[in-house]
């Protein structure tokens, strides 16, 4: 039985997996302890299963436990890798070198340290939303102390060649930070082998809770220092003070345990429904897809419908089919996707694009929904415009 609305939206968030969501539960009720009190049971088991789950998040991406820093969430991470990388090497140099398709997390932030005086130089995509190398090893200067690169594009899917563009950043004594909150959980992330110096990630796009993330930051071959951005009580390595959200990182390493086990499955069952949607889009009037269709994630297709309103086809598709007109942080702006633009493509298509982002739960059964209605959406809209 088809339950509708039919979701395609998950890289806004993902809905929590049931052993998730159990996992956490005696978290609120029985094991309801601060990790911190170091006095009683009660602090001591809260204080275990942080532990654990440090162990789960670390697991997943190749990181030591200690590397790993909880945060409310992937904004917070970049905010404490960028302000406090800069805080941390202001000795050696005042300039970072990232992509003008970036997430706004970080180009907001990019923009309030240019405010303090840092230099920040944005480079261009290409039209496939793949960055282009030679221009970053152009980019770097004597000052360079970062580059942030993201490591696969919320909107776009687009996964960027993170180890080349890490050993760049290695031969000029550079810190390579990304954020790869898309790709974790998704796709083999590895901080070793793609030479990740820091990297910022979440639950909720996982099928974990909503407010808790995390930060690796790497303690050897570099060891990275960071200036903490929020003071009091020295909580996690000193760099992320305050009470730690205890239910929602059991819920994080749980979220991570599971994605370790069936992520190459449900990265071949996304791709095939990804790939049969896309099919089917592009026999219809006007379509085309965005970005790289090589180098993406697995489960991510943006669309463009030449001569439709976007807006108006998520209005008509509003009841039954959740989809997105780009980034979640983004998408209530009326002013067209900075990122398609970067891409090349005008106002007008850049209005006409729209996101799908399928999940482990996503069904055959809903991808033929969302085909059919995103025909039949199409043929009354130009019906109207004809008549």
């Known amino acids: 039985m088809l339950s509708l609305p039919v979701y395609l939206d998950n890289n806004a968030t993902t809905p929590i997996d049931p052993a998730v969501l159990t996992a956490m539960i005696p978290f609120f009720t029985q094991h309801f302890g601060n ?4 006095n009683h049971v009660f602090g001591w088991e809260a204080d275990e299963a942080v532990v654990y789950a440090r162990e789960q998040v670390a ?3 190749g990181a ?3 590397e790993i820093i909880f945060t409310s969430g992937a904004t917070e991470s970049d905010n404490l890798a960028l302000k406090g990388i800069v805080e941390a090497y202001t000795g050696k140099g005042n300039h970072i070198i990232t992509l003008n398709t970036e997430h706004k997390a970080v180009l907001d932030t990019c923009k309030h340290l240019e405010k303090k005086g840092i230099n920040v130089t944005y480079l261009p995509v290409q039209q496939d939303g793949l960055i282009d190398l030679s221009a970053l090893e152009a980019a770097i200067q004597p000052n360079t102390i970062l580059i942030s690169v993201m490591y696969a594009h919320n909107e776009i899917g687009v996964i960027q060649p993170i180890s080349t563009i890490s050993a760049i950043a290695k031969k000029y004594g550079v810190l390579f930070f990304t954020d790869a909150t898309q790709a974790v959980g998704k796709i083999p992330v590895d901080v070793i082998k793609d030479g990740i110096d820091v990297m910022a990630f979440n639950a909720h796009k996982m099928y974990g809770p ?23 009580g020295g909580h996690e390595r000193g760099m992320r003070s305050g009470t730690l959200n205890v239910p929602a990182i059991v819920g994080f390493g749980k979220a991570c345990a599971l994605c370790q086990l069936t992520m190459k499955e449900v990265a071949a069952t996304t791709s095939h429904l990804r790939n049969k949607l896309e099919e089917a889009l592009l026999q219809m009037h006007g379509v ?23 807006e108006g086809l998520l209005m008509r598709f509003n009841k039954n089919l959740a989809v997105s007109s780009g980034s979640a942080c983004t998408s209530a702006s009326l002013e067209p996707s900075y990122v398609l633009k970067a891409l090349g493509l005008s106002d007008d298509l850049a209005h006409s694009s729209i996101r799908f982002s399928l999940s482990r739960f996503t069904t055959e059964a809903e991808i033929d929904f969302a085909i059919q209605q995103i025909n039949e959406t199409l043929q009354a809209e130009r019906a109207l415009r004809d008549i």
């Open 59 to 61: 697991a997943l991406i």
């Open 35 to 38: 990790a911190a009190s170091k």
């Open 210 to 232: 909503k407010g808790i993330g995390a930060l690796y930051v790497r303690r050897k071959n570099p060891r990275v220092k960071l200036i903490a951005q929020i003071d009091g």
């Open 288 to 310: 085309t897809i965005n970005g790289n269709r090589l180098y993406r994630l697995p489960h991510v297709c943006n669309a463009s419908f030449r001569n439709t309103d976007g």
């Open 64 to 66: 030591e436990p200690n």
